[in-house]
């Protein structure tokens, strides 16, 4: 599916604004770990390709607001984007990666942490869920950085770059679907756009595109 555009107006409609919510590209994790806030995990050479073709596919658009997670990958991320618009790099922690008991660890299913007996406890409630921060709060938080773009990039477009849970949270949240899910259904790939397009203040779309190409969402690289 194509990338919306601001510019694609009807005559009695209200301004339009377009925030994209771009998920950071792959990352070099030669140890498999699950790292979700850890310092230091930056862009792999395929990562850094899927943000310069990112960037190449948002060129013909009216971007004028940048915003990026903290963290390094997606920063990284986000600077082809700011520089081919002549931009600065905004930060809001609220883009951040979810907080998780398992940062550190390798998780995979059959191996690492999940085969030890002292981490089940971590899984008793998958809802909230029991292991990291609840869903409903990554979903506010995504919400609040959303709106924040949104206004600073006002008939325009902005993009926020952030992590795979928070954007797919936050779509969930948006269509008004349950927030917990099974991980590996999730439509939000390496380095994909959930467009979030606003008449006015109010949200009359969502378009998910991948301009870097399709990944496997159980193949995490996140």
């Known amino acids: 599916m194509s990338i919306p555009d601001s510019s694609d107006l009807h005559p009695h409609q209200a301004t339009r604004t377009i925030v994209h919510v771009l998920r950071h590209g792959e990352v070099h ?25 990112v960037a190449n596919a948002l060129a013909g658009h009216d971007i004028t607001h940048v915003v990026a997670s903290p963290l390094q990958r997606a920063q990284e991320t986000a600077g082809p984007i ?7 790099i905004a930060e809001d922690e609220n883009l951040i ?9 390798r998780v995979a299913v059959g191996d690492g942490a999940l085969r030890r007996p002292r981490h ?3 899984l008793r409630d998958p809802f909230t869920p029991s292991w990291g921060e609840p869903y409903l709060q990554i979903a ?10 949104r206004v600073a990039a006002v008939g325009h477009e902005a ?5 795979q849970l928070p954007v797919w949270t936050l779509r969930r949240f948006l269509q008004g679907e349950r927030l917990w899910h099974d991980p590996r ?5 390496l380095a994909s756009l959930t467009s979030l397009v606003y008449e006015g203040d109010t949200l ?10 399709a990944s496997d969402p159980r193949v995490t690289g996140a």
């Open 204 to 213: 009359v779309d969502i378009v998910y595109s991948e301009p870097a190409g």
């Open 140 to 149: 506010h938080r995504m919400l609040a950085a959303v709106n924040a773009a």
């Open 97 to 105: 990666e979810a907080g998780n008991e398992f940062e550190g660890l």
């Open 82 to 88: 700011a520089k081919a618009h002549g931009l600065q």
């Open 185 to 189: 259904h999730r439509q939000c790939g």
């Open 120 to 122: 089940w406890w971590k």
């Open 29 to 53: 994790n030669p140890k498999g770990i699950l790292y979700g806030r850890l310092p230091g995990f930056r862009l792999s050479v395929t990562g850094q390709a899927q943000a310069t073709a």
């Open 159 to 163: 993009v926020c770059v952030s992590h």
